[in-house]
């Protein structure tokens, strides 16, 4: 059996060299327990700080340990009552080619509903951030202007598609001209800005929202969204998603101080996890799969293939080598 296990922690920006391979023998199974086989592994930024020992809402991975993170896999052996050979589950675990496991906190599902790789996006963690970030938090209504940031990612596609469904104006701010046109032509944004080739940012955001932003869904931080709260519009919300444009500093960021504005505009910022809404996932992986069935929500994908290969996709988070979902596809099932 093959892991990745956590050889050291980065300091800044994550290389290769934080990431080590190791071979392992299988364990037999006891009773209670399954062998699993790992098909579709997701990579995420939140990933990165957990490579930290930095305390923050999840623990951090234990160097010489496994990364562990979302994984749709099948079961392949089974002493286990609740599990049959061939079931396929999704949840968080070891980027490990196979892994014994006891079930627990495993969720089983329908191969036949979506293509397995969509539990890890559009209907698994990324999809419901989207969802009550832009719908509980931004509460957008017809004809407002929404920003997102990080737009042509895997949160960013889901939330600009959303509030097109809910009738705003959308304006989305990504990496490259070829995102900028994917948000465009295929996603049907009103407006997308390349935040790395745009001469003035500010400028380009006053220009993209003539009539001001009244929902600003945040996955990146820094001058990206300084340039959106120069226009933030009265009674705005602002949902703070993530703020990846700092994930690998060594020294909190500084910047615009944003409370004179929020104060002024009477405007409303608030951090959220996507677990502080676990309540109510049921209703929401409803929803979305409804409007992915009707086909209002496209839903994009950029698949790596090959085990060996899951620590350069992760690593590709940060230079935005991704359209859509980053996923690694390890084997059929
Ligand atoms: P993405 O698919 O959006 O991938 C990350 C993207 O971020 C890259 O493709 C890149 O695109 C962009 N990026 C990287 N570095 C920078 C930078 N310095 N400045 C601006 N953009 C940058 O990832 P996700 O959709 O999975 O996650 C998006 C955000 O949401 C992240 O910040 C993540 O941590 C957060 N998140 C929060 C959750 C929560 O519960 N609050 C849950 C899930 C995600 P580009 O080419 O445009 O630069």
Redesign the pocket.
Known sequence: NQKIILANRPKGAPSIDNFAFETAEIKALQDGEILLKSLVVSV???M??RMSDAKSYVAPYEVGSAITGGIVAEVVESKHNDFSKGAVVVGNLPWQKYTVHNGEGLNQVNPDVAPLSYHLGILG??G??AYF?LLHIGDPKPGETVVV?????????IVGQLAKIKGCRVVG????DD?IAYLKDELGFDEAIN??TAEDINQAIADACPDGVDVYFD????E?SDAVYYVINKFARIA?????????NTSPATGLRVEPILLKKSALMK??????FAKDFGTAAKDLAGWVKDGKLQYQETITEGFENIPHAFL???????????LVKVADR
Request: net charge positive.
């Open positions: 995420d930024p939140y990165r700080g963690m990324p419901l951030t970030g940031s990080g737009a042509a990612g895997a949160v960013g596609t701010v990504a990496g490259s995102k935040y790395k996955n990146v931080g820094g990206i703070i998603c993530g703020q990846i444009s700092y994930y690998n951090g959220f996890i996507v677990s502080d590709g988070l940060f230079t935005g080598e991704n359209t859509g979902k980053q």
